[in-house]
């Protein structure tokens, strides 16, 4: 379980948890959210509700999607309400992860209501509204010392011309404040002439904000006047936070989140689960949209009581050398060392070698220090940087269950007595993400990266060949770069060092930003 600091006592059997994960950037989410995520037993989640944070979920809690499209609820609200508390009769710690703040335009308090009155315990984790935070990433503060002294929320979902509407759109175009309308894309043009009808001038700045705080945020401006025009002309849509005040204007100076590199940029990692997490944190640091693609997948070796019998050797002085070929296996290297209740002291009758800087970095994070990196990560330099360290000597491989063999030959044939042990296995998807598909067939992902040669090879069967002419293509190095060209794939930028931070500036140059 992930330990989160100032997160409060985990997740209690019995209760329901009505968490706000705010607008979408899962970094904004608050640190209890992320505690009760830590610890659910059971997860109702919707469209809006930032879907990286459910990572944070223990692998065993049950995660589903009750989520609302404009036009179709994939559960109706009393069916929600009724799942919460039966999950929480049951024993579940039922964590309901919604959009930006649970009590804010968002239904919260119906769920809340139908706990009261089914006697089920539960707890409300207030969230950053995506009306305060989309305009924030769009560079619009919602108040102002001299332009706006306040502002309102206000669903924007209401007809203003039916009689019936609650919004009082009279009282709002007098507002002295900012006026942030949330799910009011499909009536903007009712509500922009609504407001101006009501005395608000025509040339009042508005800005629409979509997807805010995320990789694919766009923003939209211009005056209640003319901006149902540019809005429908621009084919823009929901999700989106109308803006409607002077307060819009700040953009030119403020925008910020826009300005950023990568901004708008979409990127394919087909990479395992395990590794995308660091790569698409780099991108989306620079602006960029990380589309995360699993293609092959890593499980626990089936044999680890051979890896442990090997590092037991290890302690024991039977090798001069451990090299290690992936942060993978440095992982499952870590864990068994930790099933034999031994830790790093182990290592040292033996030296270590590591193919690059990420193993060197994995190792350095379980207090390991590789004392041999090539300066090329391919296991072709390592075999030459360990033969030239000194006479032929033993080591130990730990690896992937289908490692090649260049590393271990290139060793046995200079007089080395390598002996390897298998530390993980790779298995392959079967199937590309659907949604992925589609989005690389409509040419919506700019670059694909890639950071070794087996992603390229599951990805070209995946996808059933070469991406779409027009999709750049990134490789982290020479070998992958020759995988790419083998399977039909022109490569448009190699990275150099051949880490991950090589391979977004690859990714950078590849997309010419
Ligand atoms: N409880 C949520 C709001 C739910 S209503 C909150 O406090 O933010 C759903 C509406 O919220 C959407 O139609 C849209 O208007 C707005 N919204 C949610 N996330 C958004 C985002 N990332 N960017 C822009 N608008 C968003």
Known sequence: MVTIPFGG??????????????????????LRAARLLASATFVAYDRLSPPEALALCPAEAEQVYVGKLPDRHALAQEEINELLVARARAGDAVVRFKGGDP?????????????????????????????????????????????????????GHEDPTKPEAQVDYAALARFPGTLLLYMGVGRLRAIAAALVAAGREATTPVALVRWGTTPRQQTISGTLGDIAERVESAGFTNPAIIVVGDVVGLRDELSWFERRPLYGLSVLVPRTRHQAGELSERLRVLGAEPVEAPTIAIQASRTPQLLRAALTDVGNGAYDWVALTSANGVAAVVEQLAELGRDARLFAPVRLAAVGPGTAEALAAAGLRAELVPPTATTGELAA????????????????????????????????????????????????????????????????????????????????????????????????????????????????????????AAVRSAAGR
Request: aromatic share 6%; net charge negative; with cysteine.
């Open 9 to 30: 006592p985990p997740a209690q059997p019995g209760t329901v948890y009505l968490v706000g994960g705010g607008p979408g950037d899962p970094g904004l989410m608050g």
């Open 103 to 155: 009590f804010v335009l968002g239904r919260g308090s119906e769920e809340a209501s139908a706990c009261v009155a089914a006697g089920v315990a539960f707890e409300v984790v207030p969230g950053v509204t995506a009306g305060v935070a989309a305009p924030a990433y769009a560079g619009i503060p919602v108040t102002h010392r001299v332009m706006a002294p306040a502002f309102a929320v206000v669903t």
């Open 385 to 504: 940087a360990l033969v030239a360290s000194g006479p032929p000597a033993r080591a130990l491989l730990p690896r992937a269950d289908i490692a090649t063999p260049t590393l271990t030959e290139a060793l046995r044939s200079a007089g080395w007595r390598v002996d390897e042990v298998e530390a993980y296995r790779t298995v392959p998807v079967t199937e590309l993400d659907p949604g992925v598909r589609q989005r690389l067939e409509l040419g919506e992902i700019d670059v694909l990266a890639f950071a070794s040669s087996s992603t390229v090879r599951n990805f070209v069967d995946l996808f059933g060949g070469p991406p779409p002419a027009g999709t750049r293509v990134a490789s982290i190095g020479p070998v992958t770069s020759q995988t790419c060209r083998d399977l039909g794939l022109q490569v448009d930028a190699e990275a150099d060092p051949h880490d991950l931070d090589g391979l977004v």
